[in-house]
């Protein structure tokens, strides 16, 4: 595997240019000998082939013989290691309990007694690990150096080196639920995919697209890394543009046990992290009775003040 | 012009601008080989065709119907001519740009003003005004995916009205890929084209700009670009170039659509008639109007 000449990122098998910077891959070509005008013919037939869009090869219209050529290499990614569980069966089914129990006041009082756990799943689920590397330039407003108005502005540069970011490639699960899961997981051990019969969520994108939701994963992390360069207190208007180089990933399936329990009739879901069970995520259900009554309390509270408020001034 | 034996019957083809041609006597699809020269570079890369001719056809048909109203009516009705499918010639270009600029931004701020008014009292009200401050800074970021045409017969104009194309699906060139469709060679030389590939460089650099300025405005703003690690490759882009015959004594119009993706370009003659009826018809209601506003007690 050779490194991009011009931003140092891996290229892999197959790439035709680096998905970061779009140089094109060198390749070596044989240089035709002599010049001629050249019938290409049917392997199969001798007669003479034409490129057939329907086919997307040349295809021969004589025999309907195809002929394979090199298509354009853009695998469906799959995991390459995965990190393990370390939670158990009944620990998830415990951890969803205790996680019932401890829900909002909102959530209606027999939540915990009435839940029905309909299943709990293991699920391993996608993600790219990125490792890169960038030249960032930025703007902002801030309030440092303000003089009528609140904000002025400012520009800078910064080298920023993106160590281990797990950026999320699930469709099952959301971009919030994702960003709770996250920080628990112990990314030091993961172990090969090879021949161990996981079920592992598909990555759903092909490589090319992969690169280029990794690549904007990091430009929306060097947005927020930036903050901190940023001169004063409050700032608005962050603006970055960036150079990646070296960018690598890796894929990697991350475990956690999809909880489906049933209250009152509906399904709600929950996830219990795969290796700390005391991180749960997931959605319960409001008791709009509850949330109708403290709005009722609300509003008279509101209304006895405007009333006290009233007779004051009626008195004086 | 370069004239080659066919390999099928040895009838003398001519190579007129492009690397491909069809035997008029039995009909094989030709495809030139030579050794590559900086006039006559070799393809490096392919976008193939994603559809066939009926497609394109089709898709044709639907664009002139559904032109706006004050398109040629013939249009509605006019043959499709000619239809080819051609591998246009075209750079694609990248390249790494440091631009530095300078600028002044807009902030805004609010100040009480006070005003008197005709009776003698006077009232505050809240007046949003401007504070100009000097900002400069660099600005770095990749250039990828410009395509410039190469080709005498497809101007880059054209080209840039079917663009994009998704170079994702593009391939390394192969002889095979072009068999039986028209490949033009590339026409224009390598430094016109790179000129022509950094003026549209600079062109994103300066929206990129403008897009990056902090603020609530700016004005003044002047920057320098320096491009370094340029790459140019030349490709075949796939396009669909169509001649429509909508009227006798007019030359046919020029259609491209891009073969990848289906995108039409093509420049629309209007209707002098239609133009001048929306007008009358625009003046009479004026002048109902009018006469309407005078009459009413």
Known sequence: MIDCARCATPLEEGDLRCAVCALSVPDDVIPAVGERARVLRCTSCGAAIEFDPAHQAPACAFCRSVMAIEQPHDPIETARAYVPFLVERDVATSAARSWLRTRSWFAPATLHDEAVLESLTPVWWAAWIVDARAQVTWTADSDHGARRSAWAPHAGEVSLTFDRIVVPASRGLSPKETAQLVPFYDLGHAAPVDGTVIQVESFDAQRSAARAIIHAAIADRAQTAVEESIPGHRFRNVSVACLVERLTTDRVALPAWLLVYRFRGAAYRAIVHGQHPAVVVGRAPIDWGKVGRLAAVLLAIAALIALIVYWGRVDS | ?297
């Open chain 2, 1 to 297: 012009m370069p004239t080659f034996a066919c390999e099928q019957c040895g009838a003398h083809l001519a190579f007129d601008g492009v690397r491909t041609a069809r035997c008029p006597y039995c009909a094989s699809p030709s495809v030139v080989e030579r050794q590559p020269s900086a006039e006559q570079p070799d393809p490096r890369f392919v976008v193939v065709f994603a559809g066939d001719a009926m497609g394109a056809r089709r898709s044709l048909q639907h664009w002139l119907r559904s032109r706006h109203w004050f398109a040629d009516p013939a249009l509605r009705a006019a043959r499709i001519e000619d239809l080819r499918g051609i591998y246009v010639p075209a750079y694609l270009y990248s390249a790494v740009a440091h631009a530095d600029y300078t600028a002044s931004i807009a902030e805004h701020y609010h100040e009480q003003e006070k005003r008197k008014r005709k009776d003698g009292t006077s009232e505050t009200r809240t007046v949003t005004r401007t504070e100009y401050r000097p900002l400069a800074g660099r600005h770095v970021s990749y250039v990828t995916d410009v395509v410039v045409s190469a080709s005498r017969g497809l101007s880059h104009g054209e080209l840039a009205g079917i663009e994009p194309f998704d170079f994702r699906q593009m391939r390394r060139y192969n002889p095979v890929l072009v068999s039986g469709w028209i490949a033009e060679e590339f026409a224009r030389p390598l430094d016109e084209c790179r000129v022509a590939s950094q003026r549209e460089a600079l062109e994103e650099v300066g929206a990129r700009l403008r897009r990056f300025m902090p603020g609530d405005g700016f004005s003044d703003l002047d920057w320098r670009a320096e491009i370094v690690w340029e790459s140019l490759d030349p490709v075949l882009v796939p396009v669909w170039m169509f001649a429509v015959r909508y009227r006798g004594d007019r030359p046919p119009l020029r259609v491209a659509i891009n073969g990848q993706t289906g995108e039409i370009a093509g420049k629309v003659p209007v209707s002098w008639p239609r133009i001048i009826a929306a007008l009358v018809v625009l003046a009479a209601i004026g002048l109902a109007i009018f006469w309407w506003w005078r009459t009413a007690p």
